[in-house]
């Protein structure tokens, strides 16, 4: 099962900060069915696809972190 990776803008979203953080928002909650089926009911499939899930939080993540040190260099560039 892949979870959805990619959001749709909305036009209440005025910022690219608001866009990232919905985004994982909704990274995060399309797990929660999938944690409780493997924590409660030991349901091994459902595991393996919160792994799955992690895995794709932590390119997110790694793609956020990226993006605000670019962001924060450009940033000290038009300071200067």
Do not use: H, I, W
């Not at 595991?47 to 962001?71: C, D, H, P």
């Amino acid at each position: 099962m892949e979870t959805n990776s990619e959001t749709q803008s909305t036009e209440s979203e005025s910022t690219p900060a608001n866009g990232r953080f919905a985004e994982l928002q909704q990274l995060v909650a399309g797990m929660a069915s999938d944690f409780e089926k493997f924590y409660r009911d030991g349901n091994k499939a459902a595991g393996t696809r919160v792994r799955n899930s992690m895995q794709e939080l932590k390119a997110f993540a790694q793609t956020v972190r990226e993006e605000v040190l670019t962001l924060r260099s450009q940033g000290k560039e038009q300071a200067q």
